[in-house]
T-cell receptor, first 112, second 116 residues
Framework: QKEVEQDPGPLSVPEGAIVSLNCTYS??????FMWYRQYSRKGPELLMYTYSSGNKEDGRFTAQVDKSSKYISLFIRDSQPSDSATYLCAMSGGGSNYKLTFGKGTLLTVNP | GAGVSQSPSNKVTEKGKDVELRCDPI?????LYWYRQSLGQGLEFLIYFQGNSAPDKSGLPSDRFSAERTGGSVSTLTIQRTQQEDSAVYLCASSLNGPNSGNTIYFGEGSWLTVV
């Protein structure tokens, strides 16, 4: 079992839809949880950063962490064509806080 | 600079040749990271620098891979005797300190390496 599992998609939605992206993980030491967005042939860009369990909202984006279930989510409200990208979850913790463990990414397309 | 800068952005090399990839982190960032992104594999951690020292080199896939950082700034990732399986995007990232306590990790746009 990989440490971080993420459905690779692809996921295609109409403009304005609510998008839900998810990751599960197996290592209970993870404490820091991140979502990155990566456009084609670009580097990953940090979207959301959450420490431990709970919710965090930033504009149209909401990140949720449920450590008891080892499950994290990213919700995108009122999705736009410019949201079309690959979304990567990442996490770190324990004695290797500097080392991010990534999911493989979910490719999202928002159709106008 | 404004962001993490990497060069070359694209490199095609022949199998068996050595390549050097350069990373210029955000000014003032003490932590620097190298990751590799292969098709279907996601991002894999290679090495972490704090200042000029590398406390964790555990992700380097073989002894053909090495990295150094000088002056607490620029880093070079060297791949000797390249193999086709080395073809990937090599991403450099930096953060103000380590990634704890909300220190954001910023990525460069990567060096796209193709070994033919």
């Amino acid at each position: 079992q990989k440490e971080v599992e993420q459905d690779p998609g692809p996921l295609s939605v109409p403009e304005g839809a609510i998008v839900s992206l998810n990751c599960t993980y197996s290592n209970s030491v993870f404490q820091y949880f991140m979502w990155y967005r990566q456009y084609s042939r670009k580097g990953p860009e940090l979207l959301m950063y959450t420490y431990s369990s709970g919710n965090k909202e930033d504009g149209r984006f909401t990140a949720q962490v449920d450590k008891s279930s080892k499950y994290i989510s990213l919700f995108i409200r009122d999705s736009q064509p410019s949201d079309s990208a690959t979304y990567l979850c990442a996490m770190s913790g324990g004695g290797s806080n500097y080392k991010l463990t990534f999911g493989k990414g979910t490719l999202l397309t928002v159709n106008p | 600079g404004a962001g993490v800068s990497q060069s070359p952005s694209n490199k095609v090399t022949e199998k068996g040749k050595d390549v050097e990839l350069r990373c210029d982190p955000i000014s003032g960032h003490t932590a620097l990271y190298w990751y590799r992104q292969s098709l279907g594999q996601g991002l894999e951690f290679l090495i972490y620098f704090q200042g000029n020292s590398a406390p964790d080199k555990s992700g380097l896939p073989s002894d053909r891979f090495s990295a150094e950082r000088t002056g607490g700034s620029v880093s070079t990732l060297t791949i000797q005797r390249t193999q086709q399986e080395d073809s990937a995007v090599y991403l450099c990232a930096s953060s103000l300190n380590g990634p704890n306590s909300g220190n954001t990790i910023y990525f460069g746009e990567g060096s796209w390496l193709t070994v033919v």
